[in-house]
């Protein structure tokens, strides 16, 4: 079956980075479009950035220029690069394939 497990979430402070890592299995990962979400307390689940099958590459404004997302299709890997992060990107971040949800990783932005 489908497996999402992300990894790499932390406590970092304002104006650092982290790179979050999704492994996938269960499906042939190169030929989905992958995508980013987060939810932060309180608030409503989030898109934060996809990737097609091809590579192409889409973010919410509210990233756009501090996050890059990536993939490795030899290693069936989602990646997230977070630079000059700020504390309102503290969430629980997800790797999804469609309908399917991985357990998350915590990101704390500290001020």
Do not use: H
């Not at 982290?18 to 309180?42: E, K, N, T, V």
Request: glycine share 10%.
């Amino acid at each position: 079956q489908v497996q999402l497990v992300e990894s790499g979430g932390g406590l970092v402070q304002a104006g650092g980075s982290l790179r979050l890592s999704c492994a996938a299995s269960g499906f042939i990962f190169s030929i989905f479009a992958m995508d980013w979400y987060r939810q932060a307390p309180g608030k409503q689940r989030e898109w934060v950035a996809g990737i097609n099958s091809a590579g192409s590459t889409n973010y919410a404004d509210s990233v756009k220029g501090r996050f890059t997302i990536s993939r490795d299709n030899a290693k069936n890997t989602l990646y997230l690069q977070m630079n000059s992060l700020k504390p309102e990107d503290t969430a629980v971040y997800y790797c999804v394939r469609r309908t399917d949800w991985g357990q998350g990783t915590q990101v704390t932005v500290s001020s």
